[in-house]
């Protein structure tokens, strides 16, 4: 029987838990048990990249993945950017080149945008329009989400104490 | 769409799995990355009465190389392969395949014993698993068996395993050091599943080419070695007309499929062109390595 | 209160919308919680034709967790249908242009037939979305199929199946403009050719599907509806209608909205139904879309094939222009002849064309209602007329940029009267711009076309083909009736405006706060934007059509102004001075010429309170507030020319953008980075739907495109960088100079890249005259003609080859 199941996990760094049936959406737990409506719904099949989230360190989609499956994982969303009302240099670089206008695919695109930083800290633009192509975004053209992210890239090395080329 | 409901079951061994497999007699699914599976229940195209979740069982995605041979467990997932660095080195066709798959993020949760067991036609690495006559270890209750690649794969989205059998580890020989390889791939969006695309696998000799592996992904209902093309190529040599003849032979030797993304006279037209280029590119990407 | 520093007019001020959106605390429609809140899912056909023999809900209604399973034929009984058009055409326009229209009124829930694939049959409410699903899983129809009407020309053929039987035609309308003589004009002309073209069948495809809930309070008999629209005041109308409350109990929100782009631009039934469930239940119902429904349900857009003549001399100059038309518009016509007349009304665009002559039906057909989406009814015109530009050129040897400029509207010929009317039933006067300046400027921006014609020829040496594409429009931007504005001053000084104009990312909330910190001298943070909200103010047209900077700026202006009047009058009583010298300044009014003597404004809007010892002077009332609605007298003219640069891969197909420019002018720029926002928005939507999207049905009606694997929104990796050059020619017809722009982008980069892709392949003398342009098209177009080392001179017909230009 699929009796509901409970769920311990960390999200944002703080321990949360919820209780659900084993076939509730990750997404779905996130926005409805746990009250985090940051994190969007776009297509529950795996395409746009809105429900991106970090799954213990790395993006995963979350309309991909069962509540059940987080037990015990440590989750980031957009939610937990931000440190108060300190805006993440990603986040502000979004802010300073106008990379969002309604702002559905926003909080999946600053995910996949991090993630990828994570394995390319220093891309070019076309690295870039790469990286992102696992978010779609309808309302910008991407024009400056690109611009942004380098930008935020930029920001984020220097936070961390790399020089500039 | 929301999936239908199911009962969860999360094994902590491999045995408990396929104990849970059987008793469902084909009505359970095992849950390995879920960038396949849960989209189609979530379409409820899929609503198996039970979920057989891997993700909790230990030791099933270790990378290992040992007497020639990379074993990979199921279980790996896409991403953890791409930045292994012992893939990098003993296998760099899969390496290079994984640019490929999808997007970074699916990666993040797909598995490769995922991807083999959902044989999509249009799917890198089957077509990588094919034309490195890797195989895959699979285990049920009554004990394991080894599959090769050409016995694998039966047709889109079927393989040969059964119901209550499960993928347990990828092998794959290690490439040589020298070999020339290259992917070329045609897909409308980059991370888009393959309309067209061939794997190539060489082991140039100066002029002469001593070994060619040339296998296909989107072009047929399952991936395919193009054998009497690489027979060309190992006759002939790695010339501008032989490598000419054997894109012609690829083309000839394909099946594909017509649908709305493709005609399968296009398909075949493309397995020609690709073919050609993955050629020329793995020559060229290995002479560069042989002289940079 | 801090200090205005003006003007804010024209600068690139940041978005106060941004921070909620970049940390998650947007509202959209899916994160509101109402208590005791359930949840609803629709039924939906699986064939495309059938009637309605019965609707079983007695399984689904049983599942535990469900509150109530409806189908269309209790509906019916309750409710009415909605009105046969949402978007009515004024009188100025029906008495002069001739036209038939036969529209259909679509209820709540299917109920007789069912007449695409998608329609809803059945509503279920339940405790959550997932049981709701689950039920309606064990909903059971039993329809008997009928045949499948797929193509508008079939729907058009004698003896198709009616979709609508008791319309007796699938012909749900049909109208036709003329200007000068076209056939005297076609027959004297010294060169004719024709060709058909068409546009084919996409969608905005918002990453945010739709979404509706409702709240019934049962103390005031009064219902809340929070729906991701675009037209509020248009949900608030019918939905007061239909349940037959009076619109004062209605009230209609739309809250942060992902996207919408027109296919949130209409009522559709979900809007009416789960206000109904609401008020039935005595409990909050919510609905939001899936994609797959949104493919099967939402509104689709453009497909329209042409028939097109067009007559011109030996200098390129057209002179006489026919176009027979006909669009799908699928199962229903919410908005009418809106889109199809944009259509007509846009084709000659910026070029001076004397006889012309523009036909159009509409047909009914088994497939997801037709309506607006960013262009509506213009890329697929300008889609023609572009192609027809470069074919013209390439019969006559010439370069298509030098055709468009012999045949471009100069600008000592503006304002230009086309000599057609606009769908407000107002002559098109193309009111200011500089159509050649437009284009010279695009054509600069790509390097010449020079430059461009020695590298292609490079590059072909190599076997590379390049290929150069214009395309240019104008746009009829802020059409009315009307749009309102009340702007109160609050007593604490703050500006407040309210509108019925709705943002679903435009960026409405800056660009107002803006323009109200320049009519006030006020900091746009002291400047309080209340948009989409019924309650806010009486009346509102809403947001499409390229129309709110233009509309919601001059309602603004004008209420500025009774509301400014009675403001000096108030400070001139406090300041003891005649309201003449008085000017606003600094977050208040002040006496010119003498710094000191200042009165807040929120001094002025406390005396301006009604009751006792309150600082009004004799005959002036209390309040410091004004509604203005201001109604256009017609459109004002945007325009662009679009230039690309593509590297066509002939064994593959593949089209590459090697290089975009837009040249734009919009008048007055208000904010110039959301301008340019809008404009790359728009040119990727474009993009995408020439070389990527689709909405393919197979013969039975079955949408072959079930979800975004199908459906191919450009990914970053599909969309070019832009290079974008503006002028500024601003528009005469509203105070501030303002013209649209939201919907441009999306208008010309079908018509760009089909001719770069035509220009590419000229060796091998193949034409796209259809959308979209696919690999496999390409290969099959260039597999049979081996390319020619030199272009050869063309011959008549289909095919043929360019002479090269330049």
Known sequence: MPQPVDIRLTVNGQAREGRCEPRKLLVDFLREELGLTGTHIGCEHGICGACTIFYNGEAARSCLMFAVQAEGAELITVEGLAKGEELHPMQQAFHEHHALQCGFCTPGMLIAALDYLKINPDPSEDEIREGISAVLCRCTGYVNIVKAVKAGAAAMRREAGQPDP | MKPAKFDYYRPGTIDEAVVILERYEGDARVLAGGQSLVPMMNFRLATPAAIVDLNHIPRLSDIAAADGVVRIGAMARQRQIEFAPLVAERLPLLHEALRWVGHLPTRTRGTIGGSIANADPAAEIPMVLQVLGGEVVVRDLQGGRRIGAPDLFLGPLTTSLEPSEIITEVRFPVMPPGTAFAIEEFARRKGDFAIAAIAAVLVPEGERCRVARLATAGVGPVPVRLREAEAILEERGLGEAAVGAAAEKAAELVEPMSDHNASADYRRHLTGVLTRRAVLKAIKDHQHAATG | ?806
Request: with cysteine; proline share 7%; glycine share 10%.
């Open chain 3, 1 to 806: 209160m801090s200090e205005g520093r003006a003007p804010h007019i024209g600068r690139s001020l940041l978005r106060r919308e941004d921070r909620r959106l970049l940390t998650g605390r947007g509202q959209f429609i899916a994160d509101l919680e109402l208590p005791r809140m359930l949840h609803a899912a629709f039924v939906r056909s699986p064939v495309a034709h059938a009637r309605i023999r019965a609707v079983d809900l007695s399984v689904a209604a049983a599942v535990p967790g469900v509150a109530l399973a409806l189908g269309g034929a209790h509906l019916v009984q309750e409710l009415p249908p909605l009105p046969d058009t949402q978007l009515s055409l004024p009188s100025k326009w029906t008495s002069h242009v001739e036209h038939e229209f036969h529209n259909p009124q679509q209820p709540g829930l299917a109920h007789d037939k069912v007449r695409h694939v998608g329609e809803a049959i059945a509503v279920i409410v339940a405790e959550s979305r997932y049981a709701a699903e689950d039920a309606a899983a064990l909903v059971s129809l039993d329809l008997d199929a009928l045949p499948a009407v797929v193509s508008a020309e079939a729907a058009l053929a004698p003896n198709a199946p009616l979709i609508h039987d008791h319309l007796r035609t699938n012909m749900f309308g049909a109208f036709s403009i003329t200007k000068g003589n076209v056939n005297s004009a076609m027959a004297g002309a010294p060169h004719r050719l024709q060709r058909r073209f068409y546009h084919h069948r996409y969608a905005a495809m918002p990453i945010e599907c739709r979404g509706v809930a409702a709240l019934y309070e049962p103390r005031t008999d009064a219902i809340t509806i929070w729906s991701a629209t675009q037209v509020v005041h248009w949900v608030r109308r019918e939905v007061a209608a239909i349940l037959g409350m009076p619109e004062a109990r209605v009230r209609c929100v739309a809250l942060d909205v992902g996207g919408g782009f027109g296919v949130k631009g209409h009522v559709y039934p979900e809007d009416l139904v789960i206000p109904f469930l609401a008020r039935r239940l005595g409990r909050p119902v919510r609905w939001i879309e899936d994609r797959h429904e949104h493919l099967l349900s939402a509104a689709h857009s453009r497909d329209q094939l042409h028939e097109v003549e067009a007559g011109f001399d030996d200098d390129g100059r057209i002179l006489a222009l026919r176009d027979k038309f006909i669009l799908d518009c699928g199962a229903w016509n919410p908005i009418g002849g809106g889109v199809p007349y944009n259509t007509a009304a846009h084709l000659a665009g910026p070029y001076k064309i004397e006889n012309l002559a523009v036909s159009a039906r509409t047909a009914a057909t088994n497939k997801v209602p037709n309506t607006a989406y960013r262009g509506a009814g213009r890329p697929e015109a300008v889609f023609a007329m572009e192609r027809i530009i470069d074919l013209v050129a390439g019969e006559l040897g010439l370069e298509p940029a030098e055709v468009r400029r012999r045949n471009m509207i100069r600008p000592d010929a503006m304002p230009y009267r086309a000599g057609i009317l606009y769908r407000d039933g107002e002559p098109i006067v193309y009111d200011s711009g500089n159509y050649p300046a437009g284009l010279q400027q695009a054509l600069d921006a790509i390097g010449g076309v020079e430059a461009f014609r020695r590298r292609q020829r490079e590059m072909r040496r190599e076997g590379r083909y390049l290929g150069l594409g214009i395309g240019c429009y104008v746009e009829g931007t802020g059409v009315g009736p009307f749009e309102g504005a009340t702007v109160r001053i609050d007593p604490s000084g703050r500006v407040y405006v309210s509108s019925g104009a709705s943002s679903q990312g435009q960026g409405m909330e800056t660009i107002f706060a803006q323009i109200v910190a320049d009519a006030w001298r006020v900091a746009p943070d002291d400047v309080v934007i209340t948009l989409a909200d019924t309650a806010a103010i009486p009346a509102g047209s809403g947001t499409f059509a390229s129309r709110s900077t233009v509309t919601l700026s001059a309602a603004i202006h004008h209420a500025s102004e009774r509301v400014r009047e009675k403001a000096f009058a108030i400070a001139g009583n406090l300041l003891e001075c005649a309201p003449d010298d008085l000017e606003l300044r600094d977050g208040g009014v002040g006496v010119v010429g003498v710094p000191g003597a200042t009165v807040s404004l929120a001094k002025v809007a406390q005396a301006a309170r009604p009751g006792w010892d309150h600082g009004r002077p004799p005959g002036i009332d209390a309040g410091l507030e004004e509604t203005r609605y201001w109604e256009p007298q017609t459109v004002t003219w945007s325009y662009a020319a679009h230039a690309a640069i593509v590297d066509v891969d002939p064994e593959t197909g593949r089209v590459a953008i090697d290089k975009y420019v837009i040249a734009h002018d919009c008048g007055v720029v208000v904010n110039p980075l959301l301008v340019e926002g809008q404009i790359a928005g728009g040119t990727a939507q474009g993009i995408g739907g020439v070389l990527l999207e689709e909405l393919p049905y197979d013969s039975e009606g079955q949408l072959l495109a079930g979800s975004l694997a199908d459906y191919l929104v450009p990914t970053a990796g599909d969309v070019p960088d832009m290079t974008m050059v503006h002028q500024h020619t601003p528009s005469p017809l509203n105070p501030l100079g303002v013209k649209g722009v939201g919907e441009g982008g999306a208008v010309a980069p079908p018509a760009a890249i089909a001719n770069a892709i035509c220009d590419a392949l000229s060796p091998f003398g193949v034409e796209f005259n259809q959308t979209p342009i696919k690999p496999e098209q390409i290969v099959k177009a260039v597999r049979p003609a081996r390319p020619s080392p030199r272009p050869s001179p063309r011959a008549r017909g289909e095919g043929g080859t360019r002479a090269a230009g330049g």
